[in-house]
């Protein structure tokens, strides 16, 4: 079974960076698709991108601000996140999406929280 962790969540000013990270462990030869969400308090959990098959895809809101990327030597996903805005102050989550036994499961992170504030 994969099992994620995040990192790298945090205080930023309006117009900063952040990079936030995601390891899978264990089972990750059958991870079919990477990425991450994000859920705002009184909102519902969203997709911000994710990597399926070598093709990426964004939501509207972050397109050109936001990167994601998979290293599969470390097991690791990134999403970079650049000209940060206060709407995108959320918890973010890490998804894997595992292929066993013959039927596919969501796996999620632990979540980490980014904070957009002046």
């Known amino acids: 079974q994969v099992h994620l962790v995040e990192s790298g969540g945090g205080l930023v000013q309006p117009g900063g960076s952040l990079r936030l990270s995601c390891a899978a462990s264990?089972?990750?030869?059958?991870?079919?698709?990477m990425g991450w969400y994000r859920q705002a308090p009184g909102k519902e959990r969203e997709l911000v991108a994710i990597?399926?098959?070598?093709?990426?895809t964004y939501a509207d809101s972050v397109k050109g601000r936001f990167s994601i990327a998979r290293d599969n030597a470390k097991n690791t996903a990134y999403l970079q996140m650049n000209s940060l805005k206060p709407e995108d102050t959320a918890a973010y989550y890490c998804?894997?999406?595992?292929?066993?036994?013959?039927?596919?499961?969501?796996?999620w992170g632990q979540g980490t929280q980014v904070t957009v504030s002046s």
């Open positions: 264990g089972s990750i030869f059958s991870i079919n698709a």
């Open positions: 990597i399926t098959g070598g093709i990426t």
């Open positions: 998804y894997a999406k595992e292929l066993r036994s013959g039927r596919y499961f969501n796996i």
